[in-house]
């Protein structure tokens, strides 16, 4: 299975890969709201090859259909074009959260859309496991700590948030999302899950998402100057996407229900990750400095000793080679949208 993923991770196959056979008693049925996703679309990946039946519910705001095309028309698998602010009446075992704008230009773009997504999308999407009596795991975010006052980040911290700052339509409405998990739990019993996810990058990532990770390789590739916000001295801890999805599908299926950071603790400053890059793609592009963005968070890292303690995880990826597969699928994106600009 591990291999057979590994094949697909940043080459999307022509037809089905091949997935197991899971008899009636093991298989489950299983929504993956913003299954059409970077995160999202790995996660379908791995658990229609696990043999799973699987429903895709996405509005394509920041999906696309083509990270899960290779599925499409396989027995097991069901693409449901739905936005999640309105109900949704299916049948199925388990439930992954994703739907949200993830990207702080994506969910700035509109950001009362965004409030509603995390708010609304996940009382519907709630509503919905309590009246089928399925479980939910809430893909929460490192943003719920802000611009941390804590080093690394654990889950008991409550976070530093501006709830009036430009990234406070993600921040606080995510913060919702996980007030209303505990309190479906609490009130009606609902089994839920809460990952705090922090930076993850990957092929299938959204090649205008304007994420420092998609950013930098792209400006490499193309020649452009690596544009650093403000000083640089700020950190991210970046996590490759097959660790993150090998970590949720622990904490979905663990028995334990506070939430849980699941990140790398391989903490770089920005302007060291530039560094990175340049050294990694080549080329001639230099490395320049840009104003800094309002209410950046200036140092994070995830504390993950509750992850793994709790859920035997902890991420396996080095940073060179997750970066070395992310480029391959950059250079094959900007390829395949030269060649249909030409045509
Ligand atoms: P993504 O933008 O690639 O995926 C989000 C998906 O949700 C997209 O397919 C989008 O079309 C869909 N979507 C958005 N609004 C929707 C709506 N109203 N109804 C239905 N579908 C909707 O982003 P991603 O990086 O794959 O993020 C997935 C989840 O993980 C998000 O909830 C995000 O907040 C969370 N997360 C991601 C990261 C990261 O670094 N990638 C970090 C922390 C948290
Ligand atoms: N809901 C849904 N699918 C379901 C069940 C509920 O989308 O299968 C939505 C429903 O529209 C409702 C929300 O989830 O607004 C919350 O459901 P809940 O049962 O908690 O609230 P109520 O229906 O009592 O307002
Ligand atoms: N960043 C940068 N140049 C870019 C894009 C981002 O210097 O072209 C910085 C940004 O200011 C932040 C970090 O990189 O300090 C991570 O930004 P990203 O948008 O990827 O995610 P965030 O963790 O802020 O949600």
Same mark, same amino acid.
């Given at each position: ?30 929504? #993956? ?86 708010? #609304? ?195 396996? #990826? ?26």
């Amino acid at each position: 299975l591990e291999k057979r993923l590994r094949d697909i991770e940043y080459r999307i196959p022509k037809k089905y890969p091949e997935v197991e056979f899971l008899t009636f008693k093991d298989r489950k049925r299983i929504l #993956v709201t913003g299954g059409a996703g970077f995160v999202g679309s790995h996660l379908v990946d791995r658990l229609m090859m696990e043999g799973h039946e699987m429903i895709v519910v996405d509005n394509f705001f920041t999906g696309r259909r083509r990270n899960v095309e290779h599925w499409v028309g396989h027995e097991n698998f069901e693409l449901i074009h739905h936005d999640i602010v309105n109900p949704l009446y299916i049948e199925v075992d388990q439930i992954y959260h994703l739907a949200s704008p993830a990207s702080p230009p994506h969910y700035m773009y509109n950001p009362v859309k965004t409030i509603k997504t995390n708010t #609304v999308g996940t009382i519907n999407v709630l509503g919905l496991a309590k009246r089928v009596g399925a479980r939910v795991l809430i893909a929460s975010t490192s943003e719920v700590y802000g611009d941390p006052e804590v080093h690394p980040q654990t889950e008991s911290y409550w976070g530093h948030v501006n709830p009036i700052g430009p990234r406070a339509c993600y921040d606080e409405s995510k913060r919702i999302s996980e007030t209303l998990a505990y309190s479906y739990g609490k009130q009606e019993n609902v089994q839920v899950r809460v990952a705090r996810i922090f930076n993850t990058y990957g092929p299938r990532m959204h090649i205008n998402d304007g994420r420092v990770v998609s950013n930098f390789i792209l400006q490499a590739l193309t020649g452009q100057d690596i544009t650093i916000y403000g000083s640089g001295k700020q950190t991210r801890s970046f996590q490759y996407v097959s660790d993150l999805v090998d970590g949720l599908i622990k904490l979905q299926n663990s028995n334990y229900s506070q939430p849980v950071n699941l990140g790398n603790p391989d903490e770089h400053t920005i302007e060291e990750f530039a560094s990175i890059i340049h050294e990694m793609v080549g080329g001639k592009s230099m490395i320049i400095n840009k104003d800094a963005i309002e209410d950046d968070p200036q140092r994070r890292k995830p504390d993950i000793t509750r992850a793994t303690n709790i859920l035997g995880w902890q991420p396996l #990826v080095p940073l060179q080679k997750g970066i070395k597969k992310t480029v391959t699928f950059f250079r094959r994106e900007l390829m395949r949208s030269r060649h249909s600009e030409r045509n």
